[in-house]
């Protein structure tokens, strides 16, 4: 089987330094699970503790939204493994394609969420600045700060994500990357939006699906 990289030093062979990048990956991806974990722990605890003022707070977030983001984010996740699979097999073209098409969507989810996060801050829901609502006067408040928490972190992640997928788009359709030799590169971009994909795929029903 190829590995699918260019033998560079210290490793004596291709299969030593693909596992080496994959690792490093791993261990990467683990302590940004662990950051988000305790994020979504916090958040489970608490909404054993007020059901009832979870379920009010979740009733102000936009369900279609959410849901319409999910579908684009799943969706910018299959162009990746698709361009993945095209770096594999040396289609460069195809790469840039690909990836163009999931930074599109990705980018989409981006201003959707952005037309979220007015519509937050127009009706009082945001900690700090704009207008008061009485929602944020009692318990639900938490969870309404909890939600700000993980979609902004997220939201990082996403632009982080979308600068990368850039990035390896450009190197590999102006040919600084060669693919098959390199798809290795294609691949560790690949993770790391799939593990973005994922973080939303546990902020979705953890926040919009509370309202009971």
């Given at each position: ?8 030093e210290p490793y004596v062979e291709p299969r030593q330094q693909r596992q080496a990048d994959f690792m490093g990956m791993y ?108 929602v944020r006067d009692g318990p639900a408040a938490l969870f309404i700060d909890l939600y700000f928490v993980a979609t902004g972190l997220h939201a990082i992640h996403m632009t982080v994500g979308l600068t990368l997928l850039g990035t390896i ?44």
């Amino acid at each position: 089987m190829a590995e699918h990289v260019t033998l560079t030093e210290p490793y004596v062979e291709p299969r030593q330094q693909r596992q080496a990048d994959f690792m490093g990956m791993y261990v990467f991806l683990g302590t940004e699970t662990m950051l988000f974990g305790g994020i979504f722990a916090l958040v489970f605890a608490y909404r054993t503790l007020h059901p009832d003022a979870v379920a009010e707070a979740a009733r102000h977030m936009r369900l279609w939204i959410a849901t319409a983001n999910t579908a684009l984010l799943l969706t910018s996740s299959l162009f990746v493994a698709l361009a993945v699979h095209a770096a594999r097999r040396g289609g460069r073209r195809a790469v840039a394609g690909w990836l163009g098409l999931a930074i599109a969507f990705g980018a989409a989810f981006l201003a959707l969420k952005g037309v979220e996060y007015w519509k937050d801050y127009t009706e009082g829901l945001m900690p700090l600045i704009g207008p008061h609502a009485s929602v944020r006067d009692g318990p639900a408040a938490l969870f309404i700060d909890l939600y700000f928490v993980a979609t902004g972190l997220h939201a990082i992640h996403m632009t982080v994500g979308l600068t990368l997928l850039g990035t390896i788009a450009t190197l590999v359709g102006g040919r600084r990357k060669g693919v098959p030799s390199q798809a290795v590169v294609v691949e560790m971009g690949g993770l790391y939006w799939h593990f973005v994909d994922v973080v939303w795929v546990f902020i979705y029903p953890l926040f919009y699906l509370a309202r009971g």
